[in-house]
């Protein structure tokens, strides 16, 4: 599931966060400034989808592997039930990250992790931070909830502006319900140094909740990113979110969960409809189990995108280096007319990402996805000197 709603920047503007340099998105003027719809692409029916190249919404293109398949379709015996055995899931992440279950909260995809907190700790009146773009479902979510989001900018290269957090956090102290990193960021693809994750931690009031949203987490190769699982077993007031929908291509089964200390998870229970499907819960013990398979995916991933990138610059377009499994590409013009030139040519890529609109954002597909895509962009983009950019 990708966000629907593309965040604009027209918003309420006001107070300290101004003079930070933030921008606060009140509830209204949020929802307001969202209302340009869904900038999904309106497709027909079921032929019509399965002949696209699906390359918008991050997803794994190659489906469960048969470890995942096998479990789930043992499961499929529980279907009549409200009550059954759930295959250990809570008990089998506890494990994979060395926590106790009481830290485990799982939900209906890490979208609802995010919900749940934004309900927990930022309704009425309270306050998310972070900055934009970056995954906005999380500021959709507090403004429908009476909440508000506290923006800032990336930095000229593409980095999250920890110092300015820090800044935008601490002045606005009373009101902040927690912060908010998606690490690495989504849309850019971009990881935030573990230093830096540290010094925002430390830089903050220790007692407010720093959301750490890892759903890109299994693509990642560079050394500076550590997952901030760690932090939990300190006992610092930091929940992880992760994800069953990328690397263990299970988005439509939805199953995604929270790590974080008993007390948040308490605080955040309450929220939860608790009602994630029993054939996921199999298939999710499978997915964690089943690395072998995950390693391929990943390194399939990579390769492609490696691929990709080299073929988009070598017609002149710049590339935000990713460490994830999509990428963002330097279009240099408005990216909504490109997104709409790509659909008509059976390509479906990401849908803009405010500020950012001359920026389009790719996710890596399979390989004959990808070569569908360099046939596209070839068309629609030329290369960046050429002037077919028409
Ligand atoms: N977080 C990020 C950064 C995402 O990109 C997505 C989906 O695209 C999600 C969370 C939500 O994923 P899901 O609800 O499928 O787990």
Do not use: W
């Not at 949020?30 to 919404?57: R, T």
């Not at 790590?259 to 608790?274: C, F, H, N, V």
């Not at 390509?347 to 399979?366: A, E, Q």
């Amino acid at each position: 599931m990708d966000t629907k709603f593309a965040v604009s920047r027209r918003g309420f503007v006001g107070g300290v966060a101004t003079a930070l340099g933030a921008l606060t998105l009140e509830p209204d003027k949020f929802l307001l400034a969202q209302g340009v719809g869904s900038q999904q692409p309106k497709i027909g029916g079921e032929a019509e989808y399965d002949a696209f190249a699906k390359l918008a919404a991050n997803e794994n293109p190659y489906g469960p592997p048969d470890s995942v398949l096998q479990a789930m379709t043992h499961a499929m015996k529980y279907a009549n039930r409200y009550g059954y055995p759930d295959g250990g899931i809570v008990e089998e992440i506890a494990k994979h990250h060395g926590v106790k279950p009481e830290n485990v909260m799982i939900a209906a995809g890490s979208g609802e992790i995010l919900d749940v907190v934004g309900s927990a700790f930022a309704s009425n009146g309270k306050k998310a931070v972070g900055v934009e773009p970056t995954y906005s479902q999380v500021y959709q979510h507090v403004t429908s909830v009476k909440g508000a989001a506290i923006t800032v900018p990336l930095r000229e290269d593409h980095g999250q502006d920890i110092p300015a957090l820090i800044r935008v956090t601490r002045h606005n102290y009373r009101d902040v319900g927690f912060v908010y990193l998606c690490n690495p960021n989504n849309p850019t693809g971009v990881v935030i140094p573990k230093q830096e994750v540290r010094q925002l931690l430390d830089g903050i009031p220790e007692d407010t909740p720093v959301l750490i949203d890892e759903a890109y987490h299994h693509f990642v190769e560079s050394p500076d990113y550590a997952t901030s699982v760690p932090y939990v077993l300190e006992g610092r007031s930091v929940i992880v979110a992760r994800t069953f929908s990328k690397i263990a291509a299970l988005a439509g089964m939805r199953l995604g969960y929270a790590i974080a200390p008993r007390e948040l998870i308490q605080q955040m229970r309450p929220y939860s409809t608790g009602t994630i499907n029993a054939i996921v819960k199999h298939g999710g013990v499978a997915a964690l189990r089943d690395t072998a398979s995950q390693a391929q995916v990943k390194q399939i991933t990579l390769d492609l995108r490696k691929k990709t990138v080299g073929q988009v610059q070598s017609l002149g377009y710049s590339v935000i280096p990713s460490e994830t499994n999509f990428f963002m590409i330097h279009i240099k013009r408005p990216v909504q007319p490109v997104i709409a030139a790509f659909q008509q040519r059976g390509v479906l890529v990401g849908r803009p990402f405010p500020p950012m609109l001359d920026y389009l954002r790719v996710s890596v597909g399979t390989a004959n996805e990808m070569d569908r895509f360099m046939v596209a962009f070839k068309e629609v983009m030329g290369t960046a000197t050429s002037g077919s950019r028409g």
